[in-house]
Each structure stands twice: as C-alpha cells, then as structure tokens.
C-alpha cells in the first residue's frame, strides 16, 4: 500500500465488524488511519469537526438509519458546506438489503457483499477508489484553471478590441480634421493670386520697416537699453519675414 497514510472514517455499528477491520489493519501493516462511528449521528458528529477523510466505508444498516441516509446527508453537506465529499464504500451483509445501481447512482463508489473474501479484497478498492478521487481533483483543478484562463483571454481580447476600437475613432477624427488642411493643398493658385498674396504681405511691411528703422536711429527720441532690445528684435524679425516673401516672389517667377 505504500508509505502514505489514509484518512479513513469507518462507519460499523457491530463490534464484530469493527474488529475485523481493526484485525484487517494490523494483520496486513495497512497505513490507515482513521476514526469509528457507530451510528449515522456519530458520523454527522465527528463530520463537524473533522473533514479531510480521504474515504468513508459504511455499512448498508445501522441502528439510526442506512446507507442512503448517509449519502443524502453527505450530498447536502456538499451542496452548502462547498467541501468535496471524499468516495464512499458501501458494506452490505446480504445481497437483497439494497439495489445496487440505486446506490452507486446515489453517489457510492463501490459496493461489497461482507462474504467470507470481501476483506482480502477491500485494500484494493481502498487505494482504487481515493486514486480516482485525487485524479478527479486533479482534473477538477486543471478545469477551473482553463476556465479562468479562458475567461482572462476573453478579457484580454474585449480590453484590445476596446483599445483599438478607440484608436481608430481618434485616427477618424483626426483624419476628419486634416481634410480641409489636404484640400488646401491640392488647391492651384495661379500667378495672379500668388502676385496679389505677396503684395499684401509686402505693402505693410515697406512701410513698417523704415520707421522701425528711424526708432533705431533714435531720430524720434532716446531710447533705453529694454526699448532698443524690443526695437532690434522686431525690425530683425521684420526683416526675415521680407526675406521669405522675396524667396516665394523669386520661385513663383520661376514657375
């Protein structure tokens, strides 16, 4: 059987059968442990105060009820207490006490008529049955990781949908706000409009420029040190601004 040790809650209301299994346990060094109750209650009570059994092995009838009560009650307390019950073998001593695919349906793992060989081959089961149930587990555990990781994927990809979704309206609407600025520039200005255009530019500035001139020259009064700075800066800015209208007349000609 191994090394490990198995939670084992017994449920035998005749001393007889609890001896033979105690007797079952030390004859073949089993690594159980594990705990008796003698009565349906007795199970209810030692339930509430432990519950990491790794198998229950129950008589068919005992003096407060049966199997099925038991499997009802463990069934419930699965539903509200949210705790994995562990598998469940039924011992029955005779064949007609109980329908078999009735109780497996209920929930049991296995089912033993208490023959004179049922013992030899309980261990078996025993390690069968918590195996399965610890595979199940496993299972259980690897579907609700999928599922979570199923569940964050979709997030994900509805967060980059709603990402994307948004740049494409902020590309639109930039996209919108070009559109005068790209039909400006396929706009063809003839030469007459270009001549006009540097014109106005040019008109102001032959009149501006000789005064800003004369205001260096201080010819209309001294100046401090703040006012010629100011006056240097918009006669040198006035300047370019005269240069850059003469480079456009010069390519306008050209064309």
């Known amino acids: 059987m191994g090394t490990q040790n198995y939670q084992l809650l017994v449920v035998e209301d005749q001393k007889r059968g609890q001896e033979d299994f105690k007797e079952l346990v030390q004859k073949q060094k089993l690594s159980y442990d594990f705990m008796i109750a003698g009565s349906v209650q007795e199970l209810k009570n030692i339930l509430q105060q432990k519950k990491d059994f790794d198998l229950i ?150 009149v501006i420029l000789p005064n800003i001139q004369m205001l260096k020259d201080q010819f209309f009064g001294t100046l401090n040190g703040v006012q010629m700075e100011r006056i240097d800066h918009i006669f040198h800015q006035g300047k370019e601004l005269l240069s850059m209208i003469e480079q456009f007349d010069c390519k306008t000609n050209d064309k």
């Open 57 to 206: 092995l129950t008589d068919d009838q005992l003096v407060d009820g049966n199997a099925y009560d038991i499997l009802s009650f463990l069934s419930d307390l699965e539903d509200h207490a949210k705790i994995q019950i562990p598998p469940i073998i039924v011992l029955s001593k005779d064949d007609h006490d109980i329908n078999v695919p009735d109780i497996i349906k209920k929930g049991a793992y296995a089912y033993f008529l208490k023959d004179h060989e049922f013992l030899s081959f309980l261990p078996v089961t025993i390690k069968n049955a918590i195996d399965h149930f610890e595979t199940l587990k496993r299972w259980k555990k690897t579907e609700s990781l999928i599922d979570n990781l199923y569940h964050q994927l979709n997030d994900y990809i509805e967060k980059g949908t709603g990402e994307i979704e948004a740049i494409h309206k902020n590309l639109e609407q930039n996209h919108q706000k070009l559109k005068p600025m790209d039909r400006l520039k396929k706009t063809t200005f003839s030469k007459t409009d270009l001549d006009n255009l540097s014109h106005k530019f040019r008109t102001p500035l032959n």
